[in-house]
Each structure stands twice: as structure tokens, then as C-alpha cells.
């Protein structure tokens, strides 16, 4: 390979070719190792239906950042990739390809409609990997799982059953979440609130034994009172206490309704007697229970009125609604209505407003599987980053509800459940079978009349078993299965698979690290720790980083269906995947990413940045330079510029190593981002130009370019491999197979450091003075440098000519006190004051003028913001931050006067 680097870095050459590379070496493969640690990441599962989003762009190249940072530091680096079924969203997907065929899915029935998702998923389902591969992630990619693999869907089965034997998994008619678009339940994470603007109904329900008197009752949801079995009001209420044991009438339907007492209802809502029907609202089911009340369904599973509710049965719930509001109203029997903000669960899938729903589902009982997961993080085996999640985990896991896992969909592991049509004819109870095989017969009455249940899984039941079942648990476990649904010619295949896989589960679980969004800490993170420690009685994962969410630069959430989402294909195609990496992770703050095309130009910046650079050092290290030749004298003869970069980088080396250590990406992207730009290039390469051809500089340039790489290769894996195999082609290794560097503490220097920023100081300043007295940038200019610390000028005279190289400087002298003269520019910088006489260089006139007219404005600002910050009403109603802000702005605007009548003083 020619070590010669091109002009430009064309990142579309360079990407595709070491990704190839990196697969065909096999780089990214891991096996358990007695000579090295272990590290493993289970990936998040992408949906199979995904595409790669910006949340998705970042999430995983934190990971990919970690494996190959870990990788480099010497440890067996796992990355497990795989893809999640998604249930509900790849039934919705293949659903709308069927109704372009004018199709419906029980058109084809669900055996039929089960093999085209199959054939969906074969076609598109590697769409997010190769997606992923485009983004450089570093994963297994022998490894890949999918969650309705044959041997994961059996893991599955083995979990349902074990947690059914331990009366864990139980069955019953609850108030769920309900989504009438998708037709299913959902759980009460997948049902997020949102709070919308609705109406209060006030409608009046007449006594029965008095029909011209009335109790008034409010209710948001007007539609369901064709299912109310009752009136509850306070006991405490004194306007109520003579209704109660009394009957109403339900308009509309005309059915007796008894007025209960009760506690739990709220007085100051609405009128203090609310409706209740208990098979509609999770409180007025609690109310049902308690009172014994009739449970009355009024609607069908797509969300319309079914024939309890007489003639408006098969109306849209909606509709519904605005037509029992117009009969209540021509009845006389609407009081009134009024605007009232609500919460209303909507569906995580397609945000239809879900409907409390009484149905028969399938549960977990979660109390008895949380306490040592609680106790886990307590006691810190399990870490979040940032640490103020802990709090929002165990909040939840201490107020934790039972679990829906049964969803109606046909798409997904269906439940091992089955159903005895004889038994259950005698008693519903004990006809239910749970069984990790398909039976034969019934285990009781030996009937073959047997019914599997229609229901799946949830997907996060399967998602839970993640970390483990990834590593073909139950069978790589201690604790296997004792029957295994697998054909006899599968079964020679599968030993092999396992045989390999206990030692994979042994060395590798559990895992290190989690990477993931906040919004899934309850439906995925704290449901894998349960499980971790329910059928492994492990951890899962010792730490977890939880990343902040993308948003646009308005501060909205990045959404496809707001259309301000930026596709991360297109940024990788303009400014290619380093650059995408290193802007999400460089604007990464811990908390929120807020995002616009413009922030991608910082990290394809840096990246050409990087290779003018390096294209720079490998031009004047020469054709023939080799890492021997270019070794050069020992530290302690080296100058103080070059003494200085070295410590500069092993300074930023152990800042960096803390920062990733304590998944502070951000920041150590920032500091690799500092060091190279401002200290490398900017200071170190300048300063070096005079004498670059002597061997000592080249060898530490060298040096200090090859372990700066090893460190931007985790951020920014191409273009670090490209640059690395042409300054050591000699190796013909990968930079990923390189040993991160090594921390070297006995080259930081700060004192050298110290020094060197005082240097710093001194050119900033004069090139700061050059510019305000609107000296020609090709002009030479004389400076005497004033200071009675001698030891600062002992440590300057020896760097003159870099003062003199990089603030083109005629005559540099220096002394220990400072005589004002005419036409002189003065200003003091620290406890030194710079002299840079004018006469010659700038029309010193005009710039007397200038001067003048700047004081004058500038007084006349101070004027008027001393005026401002003096009136008591404007500090009183200001908040505080703005009047401090204010009271900032005006301490720096007189600095700046001074500066300015110092400059008029040394003009004259």
C-alpha cells in the first residue's frame, strides 16, 4: 500500500473496503479465552421490520465504541447482534402489504398469514443489519439471533412453564389496556399517557322512586354509561348521605342503579357522585369487585358498541359518544358540559387512544421476581449511568404492577397453553394444560379433543431473556429442559451448537454492559434483571448506560411521523459514518442530543482535519521512514516542544481512559477532539515546521500521530484505519488488533505544561494586539516582553524563536520593567506586559480615532446598563439569572474600557 495520502479523504473509497476487511479477518468474532477477560454486549434487538434511525445511530455507536475500546485494551470483546420479532409491529406491516393485495389476514387464516410474515422477514428482515454494518458496528455477526429462532422460541416455552409450576403465570378477566386499531392488550408501559384537551359531561340520572329528582354525575367518557351498574358517592358527602341504598334509573337504557358508598370517591370531582361501570375503568372494576356489581361490555374488540348497547349498537365509540350526548340532551338530561384536560393512555405502536377493557388475559405476578432485583441495585452490582436513573428504577420496581403477556395477534410465540374441551365442560379451571410439548391427550380424562390457545406472548416476554437466552440457555445451562420439541435429524446440530455454548454462557455471562434509551428502562432493562436473577440467579449486566434522547434543534423528540426526523443513510452518504459517529457522540451531553444537519459539519470537519494532518506528518517523515527509523533520542534530550506534546497526550490518554471508564462519551470524544486540533495541530505541528527534518522531531510527531489514532479508532473506526495502514504499512495489521497505549505517566510534565502555556499566552496576545491595531498579517513587528519574574523569563528566552515564528516577530526583546513610550501599544497578560511599538505599522491617526469612537459608544452602553441594573422595579421582577447576567456583561464591558483608554493612553 502507497503510504501517500490523497488530497482530500473521500470516506465512500475507504469505508466499505476495511468493513470487508474487518469481516474477512475476522476481527469481530469472539470466543472464551483463558488468557484474556471477558467483555460482552447483548445489542438492544432491533425490531426486524427496522429501519436505522438517528436513536439507533447513536446507541449503537456508543456500543461499538466500547467493544472496540475494549477489544484494544486487551480483553475477549463480544458484541452479540440479533433482531427482535416485534410482534404487533410486523403483523401491522404485513397486514397493509396483504390489503394492497385486497387482502385481509383472516382471509388467509393464521397458519397461511404466519408463513407470509416468515417470508416477509426473509426478504426484508436483514435490512437493519446490513444497515448496522454500514454504521462500522463490530459485532458478532456468526452469532446473530433472532428471537423466534427455534432454540430462543423453546427458551421462551421453558420460561412460561416454570414460571406457571411456580403459580407466577395465572389467568383471569381484568380491566386491561386495550387497543381497538391493533385489537389487542397491551401492558401498561406499552399505553403511555399523553394529556389531551376533552370535556367534562354533566348528565343527570333520575331517582327512581322520585323520577322528577335527579343525581348529577360527571364523566369524560359519556359512551360508556350504557355499561354503568351503579352511582358511587362519599360516605363523608353530606349532599349525598340521603341517596344512599337508593335507586337511580340509567337513561337510555332504563336499568336500575343501585347508589353505593365509598371512600375512594373524590368529592371535589365534578358533582361527588360519579358513574361507575366496572368493565370499563380499572377504578370502577376495583368498585365492581368490592360491591359485588354487575360487569356489563358495551363495546366489541375493534372499539364499537356491541347489543348491550341496545340501538346504538355497531357505532364507533366516538360517534357514540356524540350520539348518547344528543339523546341526553333531547331528554332533558344534559346539564351541562365544560372543558377538562385529561390523560389518556394511547397505543406505543400506532397512538390510537387505548379503552379500559374487560377481558380475559394471561399475567405475571412481578412482586415475587423484583426484590432481588431492587436489592441488586441497592447494593450497587448493578450501576446505571447516569446515576439519577437508579431513583427512577427502583420507584418503579417498588410500586410494580402484575404483567399482561398475552396479546391478540397472530405474529409471535404462542402460548404453550391448551385447553381440554371435557374437563373444561365440567369445570373452566382444571381444563387447562401448560406444556412445554404439544399433548397428545389430556393428562386427567385422556381426551384428544384438545385446543391450543390463540393468544402470543407479549414481545418483551421473549425480549427478558435476552442476555442469556442469546447464549441458548436453557440448554447451555446446568438446568435443562426435560423435553425438547427438536426432529431427530436436527438434533446432531443442535448437541454441537450447545456443546460450544455452555462454554460461551460460562465465559461470557453475565454480561458487562447495557446501552440503552430511557424510555425502555421499565418494558426491557428492569424486566431482564428479574429474569437474570429468576432462571440464572445472576445479574445480567453490571452496568447500564442509559443515553439521552434525539431531538431536534426546536427541542422536539426526532420522530418519523412529526417529519423532523434526519435520516442517518443520507448524512453517511454526504459526510460519511465517521463523521455521523463522532457529531452524535461530540453533542451527546449525558442528557439530551439536540440535532440539525449543520452539527454533522463538526465531525466531517474533524475528520478532514485528521487527514490534512496526518497527510502532513507522512509527507515529511519521508518515503523510507519506518517506526524504527523513526525512533529517536532519549526524553530527557528532547526540546521542551516536543517534551510538551508528549505530555499533552499521555495527559490526554488518562483523561480519556477516566472518561470512557465512566461512560463519559462526550467528554472523551471532547478532549481526543481538543488535543489533536488545538494542541496537535494548531500549536505542536506550527511550532515544529523549523526544524521538522530533525530525526528526534519526526520520531515523537511519529509517535504521538500513530497512539492518536489508537485512540480516535473506537469514534471514528475508517478513517483511523486507512491513515494508520499507510503510517505503519509495514505491519499489515489492523489498528483494531493494536494495543490501546499505554499510560506513561513519567512523560507528563507539568511544569513543561505550565511553561508551554505561557508561551501560549504570550503569542495569543501579540497576535490579538497585531489584530486590533489592524496590522498587514505579512508585517513583522518588535516586541519587548516586561515581566521582574526572572524565572518566566528564563523560561521564555530559550522558546524566543517560537514566539517570534508564530506572532511574526522581528525583534523580540525582554526586561524586567516596562517604560511607557509614544505610540506604543501596551497590555498586561498575567503578571507580564507585552510592548509593541506602532510607528511604521498602522496609521496610528486613524486608529487614535478609532479608539475614540469606540470609548464613546461604549461609555454610553455602560451609561445605560448602569441606568438599568440601578432601577429597583427591573432587579425585583427580573429573575435572578438574567439580572446576574446583566451585572456580568457590564464588569466585562468596563474591562473592556480600561483595555481601550489604555490603548488611547500608549497612542499618544
Known amino acids: 500500500m502507497s503510504r501517500e495520502l490523497g488530497k482530500q479523504y473521500n470516506p465512500r473509497e475507504n469505508e466499505d473496503k476495511w468493513y470487508s476487511h474487518w469481516e474477512k479477518e475476522g476481527?469481530?468474532?469472539?470466543?472464551?479465552?483463558?488468557?484474556?477477560?471477558?467483555?460482552?454486549?447483548?445489542?438492544?434487538?432491533?425490531?426486524?421490520?427496522?429501519?436505522?434511525?438517528?436513536?439507533?445511530?447513536?446507541?449503537?455507536?456508543?456500543q461499538d465504541i466500547l467493544i472496540r475500546y475494549k477489544k484494544m485494551r486487551g480483553f475477549e470483546a463480544l458484541w452479540m447482534p440479533g433482531t427482535d420479532h416485534a410482534g404487533i409491529a410486523t403483523q401491522n406491516v404485513v397486514e397493509k402489504s396483504l390489503a394492497k393485495e385486497g387482502l385481509k389476514r383472516q382471509d388467509l387464516g393464521r397458519e397461511k398469514f404466519v408463513e407470509r410474515v416468515w417470508e416477509w422477514r426473509q426478504l426484508y428482515g436483514s435490512t437493519i443489519i446490513n444497515q448496522l454494518k454500514k454504521l462500522g458496528c463490530a459485532c458478532d455477526w456468526g452469532r446473530t439471533r433472532f428471537t423466534m429462532d427455534q432454540e430462543y422460541s423453546l427458551a421462551v416455552t421453558e420460561v412460561f412453564v416454570r414460571l406457571y409450576e411456580k403459580k407466577l403465570i395465572y389467568q383471569g378477566d381484568y380491566i386491561i389496556n386495550w387497543c381497538p386499531r391493533c385489537q389487542t392488550a397491551l401492558s401498561d408501559e406499552e399505553a403511555s399517557h399523553q394529556e389531551i384537551e376533552g370535556s367534562l359531561y354533566y348528565l343527570k340520572y333520575p331517582l327512581q322512586d322520585a323520577p322528577q329528582e335527579f343525581l348529577t354525575v360527571a364523566t369524560t367518557r359519556p359512551e360508556t354509561m350504557l355499561g354503568d351498574t351503579a352511582v358511587a358517592v362519599n360516605p363523608k358527602d353530606k349532599r349525598y348521605q340521603k341517596y344512599i341504598g337508593r335507586y337511580l334509573i340509567l337513561p337510555l337504557i332504563n336499568r336500575p342503579l343501585k347508589v353505593i358508598a365509598d371512600e375512594m370517591v373524590d368529592m371535589e370531582f365534578g358533582t361527588g357522585a360519579v358513574k361507575v361501570t366496572p368493565a370499563h375503568d380499572p377504578n370502577d372494576y376495583n368498585l365492581g369487585k368490592k360491591h359485588s356489581l354487575e360487569f356489563i361490555n358495551v363495546m366489541t374488540p375493534d372499539g364499537r358498541m356491541n347489543e348491550a348497547a341496545q340501538k346504538f349498537k355497531g357505532l364507533d365509540r366516538f360517534k357514540a359518544r356524540e350520539a348518547v350526548i344528543e339523546e341526553m340532551k333531547s331528554q332533558g338530561l344534559l346539564e351541562k358540559i365544560t372543558p377538562h384536560t385529561l390523560s389518556a393512555g394511547h397505543c406505543y405502536r400506532c397512538n390510537t387512544i387505548v379503552e379500559p377493557y374487560l377481558s380475559k388475559q394471561w399475567f405475571v405476578r412481578m412482586k415475587p421476581l423484583s426484590g432481588p432485583a431492587i436489592k441488586a441495585v441497592k447494593k450497587g452490582k448493578v450501576k446505571f449511568?447516569?446515576?439519577r436513573w437508579t431513583k427512577v428504577y427502583l420507584n418503579w420496581m417498588e410500586n410494580i404492577q402484575d404483567w399482561c403477556i398475552s396479546r391478540q395477534i397472530w405474529w409471535?410465540?404462542?402460548?404453550?397453553?391448551y385447553y381440554c374441551?371435557?374437563?373444561?365442560?365440567?369445570?373452566?379451571?382444571?381444563?387447562?394444560?401448560?406444556?412445554?410439548?404439544?399433548?397428545?391427550?389430556?393428562?386427567?380424562?385422556?381426551?384428544?379433543?384438545?385446543?391450543?390457545?390463540?393468544?402470543?406472548?407479549?414481545?418483551?416476554?421473549?425480549?427478558?431473556?435476552?442476555?442469556?437466552?442469546?447464549?441458548?440457555?436453557p440448554?447451555?445451562?446446568?438446568?435443562?429442559?426435560?423435553?425438547?420439541?427438536?426432529?431427530?435429524?436436527?438434533?446432531?446440530?443442535?448437541?454441537?451448537?450447545?456443546?460450544?455454548?455452555?462454554?460461551?454462557?460460562?465465559?461470557?455471562?453475565p454480561t458487562a454492559t447495557l446501552t440503552t434509551a430511557s424510555e425502555i428502562i421499565f418494558f426491557w432493562v428492569a424486566r431482564m434483571i428479574m429474569a437474570g436473577f429468576e432462571f440464572t440467579g445472576k445479574i445480567p449486566f453490571k452496568d447500564i448506560y442509559i443515553h439521552g434522547t434525539v431531538r431536534d434543534s426546536q427541542g422536539k423528540k426526532m420522530s418519523k411521523s412529526l417529519g423532523n426526523a434526519i435520516d442517518p443513510l443520507k448524512i453517511i452518504s454526504e459526510y460519511g459514518t465517521d463523521a455521523l459517529r463522532f457529531s452524535l457522540v461530540f453533542g451527546a451531553q449525558g442528557q439530551d442530543l439536540y440535532l440539525s444537519r449543520?452539527?454533522?459539519?463538526?465531525?466531517?470537519?474533524?475528520?478532514?482535519?485528521?487527514?490534512?494532518?496526518?497527510?502532513?506528518?507522512?509527507?515529511?517523515?519521508?518515503?523510507?521512514?519506518?517506526?524504527?527509523?523513526?525512533?529517536?533520542?532519549?526524553?530527557?534530550?528532547?526540546?521542551?516542544?516536543?517534551?510538551?506534546?508528549?505530555?499533552?497526550?499521555?495527559?490526554?490518554?488518562?483523561?480519556?481512559?477516566?472518561?470512557?471508564?465512566?461512560?463519559?462519551?462526550?467528554?472523551?470524544?471532547?478532549?481526543?477532539?481538543?488535543?489533536?486540533?488545538?494542541?496537535?495541530?494548531?500549536?505542536?505541528?506550527?511550532?515544529?515546521?523549523?526544524?521538522?527534518?530533525?530525526?528526534?522531531?519526526?520520531?515523537?510527531?511519529?509517535?504521538?500521530?500513530?497512539?492518536?489514532?489508537?485512540?480516535?479508532?473506537?469514534?471514528?473506526?475508517?478513517?483511523?484505519?486507512?491513515?494508520?495502514?499507510?503510517?505503519k504499512p509495514e505491519t499489515g495489521i489492523s489498528i483494531l488488533k493494536q494495543e490501546w497505549p499505554r499510560l506513561e505517566k513519567k512523560f507528563i510534565d507539568r511544569?513543561?505544561?505550565?511553561?508551554?502555556?505561557?508561551?501560549?499566552?504570550?503569542?495569543?496576545?501579540?497576535?490579538?494586539?497585531?489584530?486590533?491595531?489592524?496590522?498587514?498579517?505579512?508585517?513583522?513587528?518588535?516586541?519587548?516582553?516586561?515581566?521582574?519574574?526572572?524565572?518566566?523569563?528564563?523560561?521564555?528566552?530559550?522558546?524566543?524563536?517560537?514566539?517570534?515564528?508564530?506572532?511574526k516577530v522581528g525583534n523580540l526583546g525582554f526586561g524586567e520593567k516596562y517604560q511607557a513610550g509614544k505610540n506604543q501599544y501596551a497590555v498586561v497578560s498575567k503578571n507580564m506586559q507585552i510592548v509593541m511599538p506602532l510607528e511604521g505599522f498602522t496609521d496610528i491617526q486613524q486608529q487614535i480615532e478609532k479608539t475614540n469612537a469606540k470609548i464613546e459608544k461604549l461609555s454610553s452602553e455602560i451609561i445605560n446598563k448602569e441606568k438599568m441594573l440601578g432601577n429597583a422595579d427591573f432587579t425585583a421582577r427580573a429573575p435572578k439569572e438574567i439580572v446576574e447576567n446583566e451585572r456580568t456583561k457590564l464588569c466585562g464591558m468596563k474591562e473592556q474600557l480600561k483595555k481601550l483608554e489604555a490603548i488611547k493612553n500608549g497612542l499618544r
Open 27 to 62: 476481527l469481530f468474532s469472539a470466543r472464551p479465552s483463558p488468557h484474556k477477560p471477558p467483555y460482552c454486549i447483548v445489542i438492544p434487538p432491533p425490531n426486524v421490520t427496522g429501519i436505522l434511525h438517528m436513536g439507533h445511530a447513536l446507541n449503537d455507536t456508543l
Open 385 to 387: 449511568h447516569p446515576e
Open 412 to 417: 409471535g410465540h404462542r402460548m404453550p397453553v
Open 421 to 473: 374441551s371435557a374437563c373444561q365442560a365440567k369445570d373452566p379451571k382444571k381444563g387447562i394444560i401448560v406444556s412445554r410439548t404439544k399433548p397428545l391427550k389430556c393428562p386427567r380424562c385422556s381426551s384428544t379433543e384438545l385446543k391450543q390457545e390463540e393468544d402470543v406472548l407479549d414481545t418483551w416476554f421473549s425480549s427478558w431473556l435476552w442476555p442469556f437466552a442469546t447464549f441458548y440457555w
Open 475 to 509: 440448554f447451555s445451562s446446568s438446568c435443562q429442559p426435560s423435553a425438547v420439541s427438536l426432529q431427530p435429524k436436527e438434533k446432531k446440530e443442535h448437541e454441537i451448537k450447545i456443546k460450544e455454548r455452555k462454554a460461551d454462557l460460562k465465559y461470557f455471562y
Open 598 to 727: 449543520e452539527k454533522f459539519e463538526q465531525g466531517r470537519n474533524f475528520a478532514n482535519k485528521i487527514w490534512n494532518a496526518s497527510r502532513f506528518v507522512i509527507m515529511n517523515l519521508g518515503a523510507d521512514f519506518t517506526a524504527e527509523t523513526t525512533k529517536g533520542a532519549a526524553y530527557r534530550d528532547l526540546d521542551t516542544v516536543n517534551r510538551w506534546i508528549l505530555s499533552r497526550f499521555y495527559s490526554t490518554l488518562e483523561k480519556v481512559n477516566r472518561e470512557l471508564e465512566g461512560f463519559r462519551f462526550n467528554e472523551a470524544a471532547n478532549s481526543i477532539y481538543s488535543f489533536f486540533w488545538h494542541e496537535f495541530c494548531d500549536w505542536y505541528l506550527e511550532l515544529v515546521k523549523p526544524q521538522i527534518a530533525q530525526k528526534d522531531t519526526r520520531a515523537v510527531m511519529y509517535e504521538v500521530l500513530e497512539k492518536t489514532l489508537r485512540l480516535i479508532h473506537p469514534f471514528m473506526p475508517f478513517i483511523s484505519e486507512e491513515i494508520w495502514q499507510r503510517l
Open 751 to 807: 511544569k513543561v505544561e505550565a511553561e508551554m502555556e505561557e508561551l501560549f499566552n504570550v503569542i495569543n496576545s501579540i497576535r490579538n494586539m497585531r489584530a486590533e491595531m489592524e496590522i498587514n498579517p505579512a508585517s513583522q513587528v518588535d516586541i519587548r516582553l516586561a515581566c521582574n519574574d526572572t524565572k518566566l523569563i528564563r523560561e521564555l528566552e530559550p522558546l524566543s524563536s517560537c514566539i517570534k515564528n508564530l506572532a
